[in-house]
């Protein structure tokens, strides 16, 4: 219960709709979300398939508690092959989107094939239709859902789309939802466009039912919801500064990455923090924060809105910009702010709406950038490729032009668009790409937060925070305080959070819960809703079993245990300021300790009896 | 002592934990769908406004009503539509001026706010305290306080 338990099934190539019941005893095993559509994916695709061709499918995943009245329960996830990474992707977002299809009574859509003409999908309840998508085309995501709402006349509509940036086929699009959230990592976006599916647009008036104790789920929730109020980071500090509530102390540990992590701290930090988009600006006398934000559900509200000041050089004479849209969050502030050595807070906030207008993810496109001005200050890069831009580190005008050439995929955008990795290569200096298996680090420096680097080099999707937060413990001390500046008892750590992390994504809750709920508080809400006995003692099992599955699909995609590693730059070139000054990542000194309490063998591949254990039995291993 | 919905939108997020409360409490679904409190987004100002009925005393709907089947809560203040009675003739959702009562083409009746018997689980939902129930009478009260705040001579900092 609590799943609707039905999955929509969209066959792009043959234009095909049907509808077929949840697999319950996956769902038993994988709980929802993340951990079962990735089981979907397994069990339904070739792991060597080319992630932008036809055999690749896309999948659009809801959690048992997403549409509920659990708090944040309204995530859903876009699950499939990266072309970024090449390896298992899974982009989670918030928003109104995931409730609105759960609300029309599906678990999930699977997207197999390839569409021969641009489509987009309608749902209206059972009313489920593919048509044709020729007039969206070519439009950004902002034009594409005004126009979707105008086409069938209902302003209640939701809409997730693609930009022109997914069409040419930049390798970190994302997909954008209710105009600025987004599932954004790992180029799902792109993988959608490679279908030509343009949008899903859902209408859902059905509801969320079928929950298994409606009392004790109403009495779980609000005892949920009172722990989160009451905490001081999901009660306090989220609401009045959002994620950006880090940039001030990030920067003080000195784990603040600067000009593509060649420095730790950055002197314009404060100029972009959370507590500077409050201040009224001196041009205007507004503060650039307009007001915060829920997605569904969520009592915490850590959205940023925002709006640029008329005068700022980036929107001058364009009044399309000049309202209020998604703001900076941390990870937008750093990537296009330090990262980029760039202080001027609409400036980023200006090329963070080009990421929501035209559906790339601000972490890669920032990091990319970055990459690129160091390439230009090396001369491997020159004004020839540019086209004349001068790309160097610190100009908010570089960095506003390389977000439209990169939103419109013109010019020097196309190279822009590969990514990190492929344009470092592409120009001769592969060791300028801060990347781990194809994907861009986010904003905590691990030569400062050790925890970080083992986090980013055993991440199933490439370098992300969101696989196992440790700063949470590292300098927030939740659950408790460790030491950001040594390796020992990190394995351990970052284990236990890797297997957390990946039960909470799969239920339909946001994980910035975890600032202050443990799946001790967590599993009361899901054991209420969804039938079966849902301890957390399950949880971290499932938890540890969609770990090994994504790890498997990843080894049987092409990785192996040497790809688990960090760049020269963070494991040789030590921390030249801070708390951090002299350190470097000691990578070496966690992984070995890693791979042996996983259960995995020396390679790091799941042993035999690993795979046992958690009911594993992957395609072309024996059992 | 009857008491009223007082909305506050500057306070509200638009996270719809109202609107599942209440079509939860009406119908044992979540389904914000049916919700007789909805959040409107205003995206390009960043604003967010809950907006309900607000149970006028000359209530146009119960008036304009063929077959009597919104009446008056003396208990609560709330104008409630008798669903047995109702025979969906929506002439009551063209008389209310600000369109909170609607048509359910589920029910073939009409729904509105009926304040939840006295204990609006909107209210108690809302975690910013957008959406109170307080006293008919002195819906202003705090905001007058706020004003009269403005005009206190300054505090010494020292105590």
């Known amino acids: 219960m609590a799943w609707t338990r039905n999955v929509l099934r969209v066959n792009l190539t043959k234009g095909s709709i049907t509808n077929e019941p949840l697999n319950m005893k996956w769902a038993n095993d994988y709980l929802g979300q993340r951990g079962l559509a990735t089981k979907y994916l397994v069990e339904e695709t070739d792991p060597k398939c080319d992630p932008l061709g036809p055999d690749n499918k896309m999948i659009m995943t809801t959690g048992p508690l997403t549409g509920t009245m ?10 499939t092959k990266s072309p970024l990474t090449g390896v298992i992707a899974c982009s989670n977002s918030g928003g109104f989107i995931g409730a609105e299809i759960k609300n029309a009574g599906w678990d999930m859509i699977i997207f197999e094939g390839k569409s021969p003409k641009p489509v987009y999908l309608y749902i209206e309840d059972d009313k489920v239709e593919l048509l044709p998508a020729d007039d969206l085309w070519g439009k950004s995501v902002w034009e594409a859902d005004e126009m979707l709402h105008k086409k069938h006349q209902d302003p209640l509509l939701r809409v997730a789309t693609v930009g022109r940036s997914a069409e040419a086929g930049c390798l970190y699009s994302g997909i954008i939802n209710d105009l600025h959230r987004a599932a954004g990592r790992s180029g799902v976006g792109t993988v959608m466009a490679s279908k030509n599916l343009k949008a899903v647009a859902v209408r859902g008036t059905k509801g969320v039912s079928n929950i298994k104790d409606p009392a004790g789920f109403m009495k779980a929730t609000q005892e949920g919801k009172k722990v989160l109020a009451e905490n001081a980071v999901t009660g306090q500090g989220l609401p009045a500064l959002g994620t950006q509530v880090l940039m001030n102390v990030i920067n003080e540990i000195g784990a603040m990455p600067t000009r593509n992590w060649r420095e730790v701290q950055f002197e314009g930090a404060s100029k972009i923090s959370g507590e500077a988009m409050k201040e009224p600006r001196p041009s205007d006398g507004r503060p650039n924060l307009t007001t915060n934000a829920g997605c569904f559900g969520c009592t915490i509200a850590c959205g940023r809105i925002s709006t640029i000041d008329k005068g700022h050089f980036t929107v001058d004479n364009k009044p399309e910009y000049w309202g209020a849209s998604g703001g900076l969050e941390y990870e937008a502030a750093w990537a296009l702010g330090s990262d980029c050595g760039v202080d001027d807070l609409d400036a980023l906030t200006y090329a963070n709406f080009l990421c929501n207008e035209d559906g790339f993810d601000p972490i890669d496109f920032g990091s990319t950038v970055a990459a690129a001005m160091e390439l230009f200050e090396s001369g491997a890069i020159t004004t020839k490729e540019t086209g004349g831009v001068e790309l160097r580190f610190g100009d908010p005008k570089a960095l506003a032009w390389a977000a439209e050439v990169v939103a419109r995929g013109e010019g020097f955008g196309k190279d822009l668009g590969l990514g990190s990795q492929r344009l470092c290569e592409k120009y001769g200096k592969p060791e300028f790409s801060m990347t781990v298996k194809g994907q861009a680090f986010p904003a905590y420096d691990p030569r400062g937060i050790q925890g970080m680097g083992l986090t980013y080099a055993t991440s199933n999707r490439g370098a992300c925070h969101l696989r196992s937060y440790t700063v949470s413990s590292e300098v927030l001390g939740i659950p408790e305080k460790t030491d950001p500046l040594v390796t020992d008892g990190k394995p351990e750590l970052v284990k236990a959070f890797q297997d957390a992390t990946a039960a909470v994504d799969s239920s339909g809750l946001c994980v ?46 092409g990785i192996t245990g040497k790809d688990d590693t960090l760049p020269k730059r963070l494991l040789k070139d ?3 300021t801070g708390p951090a000054t002299g350190k470097v990542n000691g990578l070496a000194e966690m992984l070995p300790h890693y791979y042996e309490i996983r259960g995995w063998t020396k390679d790091g591949v799941p042993t035999p009896d690993t795979r046992k254990r958690l009911g594993l039995n992957p395609k072309g291993v024996a059992a | 002592m009857l008491k009223s919905l007082q909305i506050e939108p500057e306070k509200c997020t638009g996270c719809l934990q109202c609107e599942m409360a209440c079509s939860y409490q009406a119908t044992g679904v979540f389904n914000p769908a049916v919700s007789r409190i909805k959040i409107f987004a205003f995206h390009e100002e960043g604003r967010f406004v809950p907006y309900t009925c607000t149970q006028c005393s000359e209530a146009w709907c119960m008036h304009a009503c063929p077959v009597e089947a919104i009446v008056y809560n003396e208990k609560t203040g709330a104008k409630e539509v008798l669903e047995d009675v109702c025979v969906g003739c929506k002439v009551c959702t063209i008389a209310c001026p600000f369109g909170t009562v609607n048509y359910n083409q589920a029910t073939r009746v009409v729904y509105k706010c009926d304040l939840c018997g006295g204990d609006p689980e909107c209210a108690k939902a809302c975690p910013t305290e957008a959406i109170t129930y307080v006293d008919s009478d002195h819906t202003g009260l705090d905001r007058m306080r706020a004003h009269a705040a403005q005009n206190l001579p300054q505090q010494s900092s020292q105590t």
Do not use: H
């Open chain 1, 512 to 557: 910035f819960t975890a600032f202050a709920w443990t799946l001790e508080d967590i599993s009361p809400q899901i054991d209420a809703a969804c039938e079966g006995d849902w301890t957390a003692d399950k949880l971290l099992e499932v938890g540890e079993r969609i770990w090994n599955m994504e790890r498997d699909y990843n080894l049987a995609a």
């Open chain 1, 574 to 576: 030590a921390a030249k």
């Open chain 1, 70 to 79: 659990a708090s944040t329960g309204g995530r859903y996830s876009v699950v």
